[in-house]
């Protein structure tokens, strides 16, 4: 063989029978193949065999299958981002003609993907508030309501929905529920009747803020119906991605805590500060959706809270820029802790009144919590407002 063969034929490094690796190898394949042609079509093969990376690859297989049981459910299908998970799984339940809800206090892309996008398609849309049940149902009535997408607890302002409620509204009017649990985490809210699970894995799942994902987990027929169009989409998640992300799941459960335990430790802070006028966080004894959360999740409220401080935006920027410790910029659930101006990074989409309505002013600003000491998250939180009201 000459070498210019060898270098498109590579030799291979056999392990003996029962010698395994106790990680998990990254299958970087595009193709897999079989010996002749007979072997590729029996039971085994095609039920369970590998072809090509876009359809299914070991790596993303063996995070399919991790994330689907830690959601309580059967299948999964990983995609490239958190925002193709929300688009697989609308796409997977909606026509032309049909109506989707989302809640207005929603992630922002998601509220453009309805409201600029999918009405493009011919789709039409509601957007009452999370906490207006009476009018979630009015609308469920009407006969085009397909599917609900929604999260738990939303992002930024971190609401609690009752999703017990809003599940048998939903089930009464035969309206496909779709929760983005991004924020709730693989652990939670899979006693649930949720049809679609969605989650950006670039946050809590990854862990580490190198590596972007996505999921749709759902029970097998549902998720058979979705996957030839993940697969026809290409949104396929790239194997060196799942293994990254399959990393930092082995940490994941740790991380959760320790970033639920340094959110509350942060929010107990904040909401007895002198510059801050009200804080937002479930942990919270006293916020409103306090005892929800604590029934619908486990231990831990997650690392996100938002809060208004007194004073007005101008104000609010100068504290987020003195700030050490946190990054300005949007995303959660990694190392490191962030800070957003909560009306210009999350609602540019939403007007005064809806901004209003979702609760979000000038002076709204929003930390994603990191895994450093709270003590020194504390200490920079309390230069901050020494700064900026100096
Ligand atoms: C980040 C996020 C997404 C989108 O995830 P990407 O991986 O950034 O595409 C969707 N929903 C929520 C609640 C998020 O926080």
């Excluded at 990254?26 to 193949?33: A, D, E, L, M």
């Excluded at 939903?170 to 009747?193: C, K, M, P, W, Y």
Aim: aromatic share 8%; net charge negative.
């Amino acid at each position: 063989m000459k070498k210019e063969t060898r270098l498109a034929h590579h030799p291979r490094a056999k392990l003996p029978r029962g010698n395994e690796s106790l990680v998990e190898p990254v299958y970087r394949s595009v193709k897999f193949t079989y010996e002749d042609i007979a072997s590729s079509l029996t039971p085994e093969a095609r039920d369970e065999g590998f072809d090509y990376t876009r359809d299914a690859n070991p790596t993303t297989r063996q995070l399919e299958q991790l994330t689907a049981e830690l959601q309580g459910r059967d299948d999964a299908v990983c995609v490239s981002t958190g925002m193709a998970s929300a688009w697989l799984a609308a796409l997977g339940n909606l026509r032309a003609g049909d109506r989707i809800v989302c809640f207005l206090e929603s992630y922002r892309p998601i509220r453009v993907m309805v409201r600029q996008r999918l009405s493009r398609l011919g789709i039409s849309h509601s957007l009452p508030s999370v906490h207006d049940l009476q009018g979630l149902e009015e609308i469920f009535a009407a006969d085009e309501t397909r599917c609900l997408i929604f999260e738990a607890p939303t992002n930024p302002m971190v609401q609690v929905p009752d999703i017990g409620a809003i599940t048998s509204l939903a089930r009464a009017h035969g309206v496909s529920t779709i929760l983005d649990n991004t924020f709730g985490g693989l652990h939670n809210h899979g006693q649930f009747e949720i049809d679609y699970y969605i989650h950006s894995l670039t946050k809590y799942a990854s862990g580490h803020g190198d590596v972007m994902g996505g999921v749709v987990i759902a029970d097998r027929e549902r998720l058979g119906e979705l996957k030839p169009l993940a697969t026809n989409m290409g949104a396929t998640l790239d194997p060196g991605a799942a293994f990254l992300i399959l990393r930092g799941l082995r940490t994941y459960a740790l991380r959760y805590r320790r970033h639920s335990e340094s959110a509350l430790a942060l929010a107990d802070f904040l909401s007895g500060h002198p510059r801050v006028e009200r804080v937002f966080y479930p942990g919270l004894k006293d916020d409103p959706g306090h005892e929800l959360a604590s029934k619908q999740m486990g231990d831990g409220y997650g690392c996100v809270l938002s809060f208004d401080l007194r004073g007005d935006g101008e104000r609010a920027w100068k504290f987020i820029d003195a700030l050490e410790l946190f990054a300005t910029v949007a995303s959660i659930g990694s190392t490191e802790s962030l800070v957003a101006p909560v009306k210009l990074y999350f609602a540019g989409d939403l007007s005064e009144e809806e901004c209003a309505r979702a609760g979000i002013g000038d002076n709204t600003v929003r930390l994603a919590v990191g895994l450093e000491d709270p003590g020194d998250l504390i200490a920079d939180l309390e230069q901050a407002f020494a700064a900026a009201f100096g």
